[in-house]
T-cell receptor
């Protein structure tokens, strides 16, 4: 079974631009979560989507948004990029939203975004 | 609230040394606990997990025991290898199905 895939793997943008990142979950997984990873803050939860609906949200400004499609693929958008948005953006999928205690998340390799 | 605190790195060990990476948590209810590992240039991979008090998760020679009384989930390995060099993340999943991660501990194993 193929793992979580993220595209693109690397991205360079300038301040003020916007960017869209894509995540394809493991086949059959319906929940997709997004995280921002930076050296100073570690992993911070952005949001989680399940059945095309945002179910959980972290403490990020409204410039960060996402969506999920009927095939469970998800996109994350960041508008008006700032230098501090430079980070590794990780996507993780899991079979269900309200899974039992055995549920876990499976991570993709990430998209490394550099904002100049 | 929910949070995970893990020991600061970086940690440097010689091959075959004993490894402990401390992790403590704060959570409401009864969370599940995880250790993830991130190898250079890759995403996070699940290393082991425990879903209730006194459970021991184990994988690839690594172990961690869910200690409710001390709210801890320390990662241990008896004999590390160079290939274990990576960043290790402790995490919890609360009853609301939200994940919280520690800041990560970088481990370098030298031959």
């Amino acid at each position: 079974k193929a793992g979580v895939t993220q595209t693109p793997r690397y991205l360079i943008k300038t301040r003020g631009q916007q960017v869209t990142l894509s995540c394809s979950p493991i086949s059959g997984h319906r929940s997709v979560s997004w995280y921002q990873q930076t050296p100073g803050q570690g992993l911070q939860f952005l949001f989680e989507y399940f059945s095309e609906t945002q179910r959980n949200k972290g403490n990020f400004p409204g410039r960060f948004s996402g969506r999920q499609f009927s095939n469970s693929r998800s996109e994350m958008n960041v508008s008006t990029l700032e230098l501090g948005d430079s980070a590794l953006y990780l996507c993780a999928s899991s079979p269900r939203l309200a899974g039992g205690p055995e549920e876990t998340q499976y991570f993709g390799p990430g998209t490394r975004l550099l904002v100049l | 609230g929910n949070s995970v605190t893990q020991m600061e790195g970086p940690v440097t060990l010689s091959e075959e040394a004993f490894l402990t990476i401390n992790c403590t948590y704060t959570a409401t209810g009864y969370p599940s606990l995880f250790w993830y590992v991130q190898y250079p240039g890759e995403g996070l991979q699940l290393l082991l997990k425990a879903t209730k008090a006194d459970d021991k998760g184990s994988n690839k020679g690594f172990e961690a025991t869910y200690r409710k009384e001390t709210t801890s989930f320390h990662l241990e390995k008896g004999s590390v290898q160079v290939s274990d060099s990576a960043v290790y993340f402790c995490a919890l999943r609360n009853t609301g199905n939200q994940f919280y991660f520690g800041t990560g501990t970088s481990l370098t194993v030298i031959p």
